[in-house]
């Protein structure tokens, strides 16, 4: 959706008096018999810490290489990382920690944004 749509959809919005619960960024992870972690689900690959080497990691963030640094790609070598398009974003700049990540031998996906459950 264009931004101008989606502005337009909000100026039409019903206004409501709700305010929203404060939310803290969320980690959960999935350990494994050998209590090292399997699974991490994290809202933002920020949260990624160093004992996630070697797990799975799905994140709410982009799949898109911040600043244009390999480094950023992601902080630790997981076994594999999920990261969602940004709806394909100007030129698929939400898949380009892909190609880094491939380089590491890790396995990297993106979701659609618009589809994703």
Known sequence: MACREAAE?????????VVPEDY???REVQAGGDGKADLVLIDSVSLVREEDKGAIIITGSHGGLVGGRPETALRVDGLACVFHDAGGSMEN???????????????????AASSAR
Do not use: F, K, N, Y
């Open 93 to 111: 700049a939400g898949l380009t920690r892909l190609p880094v990540l491939d380089q590491r031998g890790i396995i990297g996906a993106t979701v």
């Open 24 to 26: 803290q960024e969320a």
């Open 9 to 17: 959809l909000l100026l039409g919005a019903r206004q409501t008096s």
